[in-house]
């Protein structure tokens, strides 16, 4: 990282694998009195009383529903907001989408890049299109990647096309680890609103 950014930043700019970061934060709340985390529960409706909200919850596993009381509820569930979908609040953009793949690979990129070190390293090319992410340069990245879905459509990726992606986007022959490949679809979208009573999305 450039140590001049830091005379227009007091932090330089930190990559951290989200299942990492996630764990990081989890650590820290765990002998916080005020937080209590479960897992594997999912909102299933909500209702306005006053100044209160009643969620009603589920446990996936076993499916009991209890309900609880809060001053607020925050969704953050993602872009396909079970809560945001409650609310019945739409979204607005475009219509479109791209079917993209992402594939976590081991790699040892340094003889790659050589002093070229940077986050994000964009590929074009016929073969594919898209960036690794260098978690780690020597040992943990991931390629996000247009992919033609009409030529190969997702359920037809096995690990042999995702590691001969992979080195499409290295530009070279190599030692590679295909560790997953995932596809997934990129829209650009934004939620009409933001708030509806004492929920927030
Ligand atoms: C392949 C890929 C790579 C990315 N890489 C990066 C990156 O390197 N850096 C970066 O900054 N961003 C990256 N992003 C974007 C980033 O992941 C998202 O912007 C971010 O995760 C959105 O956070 P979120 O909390 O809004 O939603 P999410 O991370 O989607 O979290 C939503 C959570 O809500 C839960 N949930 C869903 N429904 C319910 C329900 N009914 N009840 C309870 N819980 C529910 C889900 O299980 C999930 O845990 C990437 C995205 C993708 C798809």
Known sequence: MDKEVLDSTPEVIH???QPAFEDFIARQLEHDSNVEIRKGVAFVSSEQ???????????????AR??????????CDGARSRVREFLNI???????????????????LRPVVRDRVGMLHWIMD???????????????????????????????WDEELARSTVLAAIGRDMPVEVLSYRP??????????????????
């Open 15 to 17: 990559n951290i694998p």
């Open 49 to 63: 009383e006053g100044d209160y909200v009643i969620s009603h919850v589920e446990d996936r596993s076993t499916k």
């Open 66 to 75: 209890w309900s609880c009381r809060s001053k607020h509820v925050i969704a």
């Open 90 to 108: 739409e979204c607005e953009g475009d219509d479109g989408y791209e079917t993209m793949m992402t594939i976590h690979f081991k790699a040892d």
């Open 126 to 156: 016929p073969a594919c299109s898209g960036f690794i992410i260098a978690y780690d340069l020597g040992c943990n990245q991931v390629l996000i990647s247009n992919f033609d879905s009409k030529k190969h459509p997702a359920e037809t």
């Open 184 to 201: 997934w679809l990129l829209s650009r979208k934004v939620s009409k609103e933001y708030r509806h009573g004492n929920i927030f999305l």
